[in-house]
T-cell receptor, first 113, second 114 residues
Framework: KQEVTQIPAALSVPEGENLVLNCSFTDSAIYNLQWFRQDPGKGLTSLLLIQSSQREQTSGRLNASLDKSSGRSTLYIAASQPGDSATYLCAVILGWGAQKLVFGQGTRLTINP | NAGVTQTPKFRVLKTGQSMTLLCAQDMNHEYMYWYRQDPGMGLRLIHYSVGEGTTAKGEVPDGYNVSRLKKQNFLLGLESAAPSQTSVYFC?????????????FGPGTRLTVL
C-alpha cells in the first residue's frame, strides 16, 4: 500500500529565508506527484505537478523535484514571504483515468515577518 | 465561474441522524471526488465518479453513499452518522482524469457528529 510521509509536520522560519519541504513515498510506481497549498478554512490549490518522466518543475519562487527511484520529492521555496504561510500537501497520483491521489499529512509553514 | 462549491459549510449532527452534502461544479468536468480530512492526516478518498450516473468506491467508503444524477452535481450521504465521521469533507473535480490534469477543490464542509 502506498504511503506518503511529509517531514517536518510544522516549520517556522523568518521572512526572506529559502526553505525546503520534504515528501517521501513508499512505492516508486507512481504516475505523477503534485504539491498543493491549503489555507485555513479553504480548499486545496495546486502549486506544481511533476510528471513521472520529469525531474523538476518550477513556478515563480517555487521549485519541486522528483526522484522516483529513491521515493522522494522536495518543494523549494525561495525568498519566503509571510503570504507563503499555509499548509503544504504533497500527493502521489496512482494511475490514469480516475485520479487516485494519496496524500501526505502536510507541513504547516509559518513565515515570521 | 464559481468553480467547485459545497453546501453546507458547517453542520452538527447527532449520532444516528442522516444528511446529504452537495457538491456542484460549473467547469463541465467529467470526474468528481469526495475526500475526508482528519487532524494529522492527509486527505483520503471516500468515493468518486467518472461520469454522470456512475460511482465507485475509494479508500474509505464505509458508512457513506454517493449519487451522480447530474454531471455537475455529486452528492455524499450519511445514512446513520457516527462520531467517527466527524471530519472536514472536500469535494473535487477534474476534466477527463488524465494524469496531467489537476483536481479542483471546493472549500470544504466541517461536520461534527455528537
Amino acid at each position: 500500500k502506498q504511503e506518503v510521509t511529509q517531514i517536518p509536520a510544522a516549520l517556522s522560519v523568518p521572512e526572506g529565508e529559502n526553505l525546503v519541504l520534504n515528501c517521501s513515498f513508499t512505492d516508486s510506481a507512481i504516475y505523477n506527484l503534485q504539491w498543493f497549498r491549503q489555507d485555513p478554512g479553504k480548499g486545496l490549490t495546486s502549486l506544481l505537478l511533476i510528471q513521472s518522466s520529469q525531474r523538476e518543475q518550477t513556478s515563480g519562487r517555487l521549485n519541486a523535484s522528483l526522484d522516483k527511484s529513491s521515493g522522494r520529492s522536495t518543494l523549494y521555496i525561495a525568498a519566503s514571504q509571510p503570504g507563503d504561510s499555509a499548509t503544504y500537501l504533497c500527493a502521489v497520483i496512482l494511475g490514469w483515468g480516475a485520479q487516485k491521489l494519496v496524500f501526505g499529512q502536510g507541513t504547516r509553514l509559518t513565515i515570521n515577518p | 465561474n464559481a468553480g467547485v462549491t459545497q453546501t453546507p459549510k458547517f453542520r452538527v449532527l447527532k449520532t444516528g441522524q442522516s444528511m446529504t452534502l452537495l457538491c456542484a461544479q460549473d467547469m463541465n468536468h467529467e470526474y468528481m471526488y469526495w475526500y475526508r480530512q482528519d487532524p494529522g492526516m492527509g486527505l483520503r478518498l471516500i468515493h468518486y465518479s467518472v461520469g454522470e450516473g456512475t460511482t465507485a468506491k475509494g479508500e474509505v467508503p464505509d458508512g457513506y453513499n454517493v449519487s451522480r444524477l447530474k454531471k455537475q452535481n455529486f452528492l455524499l450521504g450519511l445514512e446513520s452518522a457516527a462520531p467517527s465521521q466527524t471530519s472536514v469533507y472536500f469535494c473535487a473535480s477534474s476534466y477527463i482524469g488524465v494524469s496531467t490534469d489537476t483536481q479542483y477543490f471546493g472549500p470544504g464542509t466541517r461536520l461534527t457528529v455528537l
